[in-house]
């Protein structure tokens, strides 16, 4: 079992920076891939950015160059540093995990709030 805790959510204006952190307890080890999703609001669950045990990072085309995934030196806290904000990025924002045997473990969620 993995439990996450995502932090760092807020509200910013337009053009600001957030960071969110995400740590990881239980069975760390076992953990494969690890990303953030988003949710706006009235819409569905989308991917922002995954980072595989190899450190590869994958970004959706709507954050490329403007946010960043990356690991703590433990290794138990994602965290997505949030650059150059806008109002399209409000959302809810989950942690993810998935492990070697390809179970899913999500956070509670963190909101998001960029104005205009």
């Not at 960043?68 to 540093?81: D, F």
Request: overall charge positive.
């Amino acid at each position: 079992q993995v439990q996450l805790v995502e932090s760092g959510g807020g509200l910013v204006q337009a053009g600001g920076s957030l960071r969110l952190s995400c740590a990881a307890s239980g069975s760390i080890s076992s953990i494969s891939i690890r990303g953030w999703y988003r949710q706006p609001p009235g819409k569905q669950r989308e991917l922002v950015a995954l980072i595989a045990r190899d450190g590869t990072a994958n970004y959706a085309d709507s954050v490329k160059g403007r946010f960043t995934i990356s690991r703590g030196n433990a290794k138990t806290t994602v965290y997505l540093q949030m650059n150059s904000l806008k109002p399209e990025d409000t959302a809810v924002y989950y942690c993810k995990s998935i492990d070697l045997s390809y179970r899913a473990y999500w956070g509670q969620g963190t909101q998001v709030t960029v104005s205009s």
